[in-house]
């Protein structure tokens, strides 16, 4: 008899979407626990961590985990690691990743587990033949306000231009792979919806994954230190703000000049997404 698999939260999408307020929305939650940007299924999934009939070495799998670049994100020792992978003896690569963030999340006192890692939205497809049990939340904002967003942190271009094409790329890669997944492993939300009405959206996330929506998950600003213990300092400064709308306009935020370059780009994506034009007709 196979065994029911509990499922997989991945929180997807663009860079500077709100994918990281949502995480902190989720982790509130009592029943789920999301693990802030570990990138590990991703950059651990290689040949490197296989015997040759591809069933995992747990051995270079484990050294591998403690040796990532962000495994200080986990809180977990290296003895911690190492126990849970030798009592559990994982088969596969998927059952190993499991195993971790099982760890991470019984840890915390909570029976699921999840991810938040916007980049895995180039990657989905992967991700659900390495986990049947996925299921994918893709945060998706309006690519005028996440574009000025981008161009404005240290670890990305200045340039607008660029920005809204790498926003452009990331959307449509993520629209295309939730099309393949089909709506019982993907669920886009929108931005501007999550902000309006957040009880409405974070109850549609919940019954997603099979959950009752909880209010705990309205309270993340009170968690700002830990949400943010992570964070590049001030980058997500008013995470510790309680929710509100009109933090970023793009129709006050952008040149006229701004706004014809990002609807070249990428004006047809954003009126197929719902968003007003960024130029009249």
Not at 132 to 145: C, I, K, N, S, Y
Not at 189 to 215: Q, S
Request: aromatic share 10%.
């Amino acid at each position: 008899m196979s065994t029911i698999l509990p499922p997989f939260l991945f929180i997807v999408g663009a860079e500077r979407s709100g994918t990281t307020m949502l995480r902190g929305m989720v982790d509130g939650h009592p029943d789920v626990a999301v693990v802030y940007e570990p990138h590990v299924v991703t950059e651990l999934d290689s040949a490197a961590v296989r015997h040759a009939d591809g069933s995992v070495d747990v051995g270079r799998f484990a050294k591998a985990f403690v040796e990532h670049r962000w495994f200080r994100r986990w809180g977990l020792s290296v003895e911690q690691v190492w126990d849970t992978l030798s009592g559990a003896a994982p088969v596969y690569f998927s059952d190993a990743v499991r195993c971790v963030y099982a760890r991470y999340a019984t840890d915390r006192g909570k029976r699921l587990y999840g991810d938040k890692s916007p980049s895995y939205v180039e990657r989905m497809v992967r991700i659900g033949e390495l986990f049947p049990e996925a299921r994918f939340v893709h945060l998706v904002r309006d690519g005028r306000d996440a574009s000025r967003s981008l161009q404005q942190v240290p670890f990305r271009p200045d340039d607008f231009a660029t920005a809204a094409r790498q926003w452009r790329a990331w959307v449509e890669e993520g629209l295309r792979a939730g099309a393949r997944l089909g709506p019982d492993r993907y669920l886009e939300l929108r931005y501007e919806h999550l902000v309006a009405d957040p009880v409405g959206e974070l109850t549609r996330l919940c019954a997603f994954v099979g959950i009752d929506f909880h209010p705990d998950m309205m309270e993340f600003h009170r968690r700002a230190d830990d949400v943010l213990r992570h964070e590049r300092p001030n980058y997500h400064d008013r995470l510790s703000e309680p929710l509100r709308t009109g933090i970023r306009d793009w129709r006050t935020d952008l040149s006229a000049a701004e706004l014809a370059e990002f609807h070249t780009i990428a004006g047809d994506l954003t009126e197929r997404l719902g968003y007003a034009a960024s130029v009249s007709r």
